[in-house]
């Protein structure tokens, strides 16, 4: 059962310009949190909260900013917030990444790129990318564990996560070949993207297997 009490937070890091992310059936009571650097290529500097209508909590702890709103109100005992998702802002903010997300999205509405297209689009590549890599015989990458958990279908992030013991000397020596990979602990991951074409997927490998030959 429902419960009208009980606030809903989704967190769209990993989500949001990457995979198809329907939100209409919980609109009304869930906050939806996510930005443009990864996935919506607005660079740093840009994140919003989607609020539920009507939703008017009083903030425990927010910025002054969020009181622009409920100027007009004037002074009083406590800090007035304004009526609506401002009055969880912050303090003042650079406009910048609004822009650039906006020019984003201006541009993927120009040529018809939508989200389900990129999301097929980077998992046909990491498919390429694990065919090649059997093909070329990238040893280590090929005995490593696959985290990315690709038998679950296509409901999976833009990354393909390795686990093997070295990975942090695997992704130095990568990186000394201008080859940027990012690594956690045993874990070295490869990221794909609308910018990535399939042809050069090969060249990628090639280049991967000389410099961990």
């Known amino acids: 059962m429902r419960d ?5 937070v989704f967190d769209g890091y990993h989500g949001f310009m990457a995979l198809p992310t329907a939100l209409a059936g919980n609109a009304d009571r869930a906050f939806y949190l996510a930005g443009g650097y990864k996935y919506a290529m607005a660079g740093e500097g840009v994140c919003f909260m989607h609020c539920p209508g009507g939703f008017a909590m009083r903030p425990r ?31 003042t903010f650079d406009p910048t990444g609004l822009y650039r997300l906006a020019a984003v999205f201006d541009w993927m509405k120009a040529i018809g790129l939508t989200v389900d297209a990129i999301h097929d689009h980077a998992l046909a590549l990491q498919d390429l990318f694990r065919a090649e890599i059997a093909r070329a015989k990238v040893k280590p990458i090929c005995d490593a564990r696959l985290v990315t958990p690709v038998a679950a279908g296509s409901t999976r992030g833009h990354f393909l996560t390795f686990e093997l013991a070295n990975a942090q000397a695997i992704h130095d020596r990568l990186a000394r070949a201008n080859i ?6 045993e874990r070295i991951r490869f990221g794909f993207g609308c910018y990535h074409t399939a042809e050069e997927i090969e060249a990628a490998v090639a280049a991967i297997a000389r410099a961990i030959a």
């Open 180 to 185: 940027v990979t990012d690594v956690r602990g």
């Open 61 to 91: 702890d927010t910025g002054w900013f969020a009181a622009f709103g409920a100027l007009e109100a004037g002074g009083g005992a406590n800090v007035a917030y304004g009526k609506d998702g401002t009055r969880f802002m912050g303090a």
């Open 4 to 8: 009208p009490q009980t606030l809903v």
